[in-house]
């Protein structure tokens, strides 16, 4: 979804995205961000299962938001990317109440700022003594430059994201730790990225 919203000319279909209510705090905060997500073909939940339905997404400017506390639970595994869309967003995204960040696989805080900071994103990170944000400027977005994966699924996978977006080459130095949670994901984005 973030790829396609920040690749100028992008339109992307997604067949059968579990639309859980849960689990839907990225496209929330996306369309907040002005991303033009439609959702089609919702289907009723069966019994056991998760409703499901299509998503079409499309390229568009995207502008800050803030991102509130209250939010950061149904989407903390989907904040890496949102901090890459926030670095191509017009005007300044904050995240707050983010300190969970710091004790996933790796502190995903350090982790993203280091290497969206390489990227000529402009990030800054925010401690008080109850809680911890993230501001990001965005609008510029960014540009090639060696980072590094942490060893963390998700920290690749949102670098592999701003590499696509960014002008010049971006070097990322290991991927293989995708395979742990999104084995197919550098084979969809090929397929993808073919099509447009």
């Known amino acids: ?27 929330r905060v996306l369309k907040r961000m002005g991303a033009d997500i439609q959702i089609t073909h919702r289907r009723p939940q069966a019994t056991g299962r998760e409703p499901v339905g299509d998503l079409i997404v499309r390229s568009r400017a995207l502008k ?7 939010e ?10 949102l901090m890459v869309a926030a670095c191509y967003a017009r005007g300044k995204t904050i995240f707050e109440g983010v300190g969970e960040l710091r ?15 390489k990227m000529g994103g402009q990030i800054r990170v925010i401690k008080t003594a109850k ?7 965005g609008g510029r977005g960014l540009q090639g430059a060696s980072v590094r994966s942490f060893g963390d699924h998700r920290t690749a996978m949102s670098m592999v994201i701003a590499a696509l ?8 130095d290991d991927s293989t730790c995708i395979s742990k949670s999104f084995p197919n994901f550098l084979n969809l984005l090929r ?3 073919r099509k447009k």
């Open 131 to 137: 809680s911890e944000k993230i501001l990001i400027r």
């Open 1 to 27: 979804m973030v790829l396609a919203s920040i690749l100028p000319g992008s339109r992307i279909s997604i067949k059968s995205i579990n639309l859980n209510p849960e689990r839907m705090g990225i496209i």
């Open 64 to 70: 800050g938001a803030i991102i509130k506390k209250k």
């Open 165 to 172: 977006g960014a002008q010049g080459k971006t070097r990322i």
């Open 72 to 81: 950061i639970p149904s989407l903390i595994d989907e904040l890496p990317v």
């Open 103 to 117: 004790v996933k696989e790796t502190d995903r805080i350090r982790s993203m700022s280091d290497n969206l900071r």
């Open 191 to 193: 397929a993808i990225i």
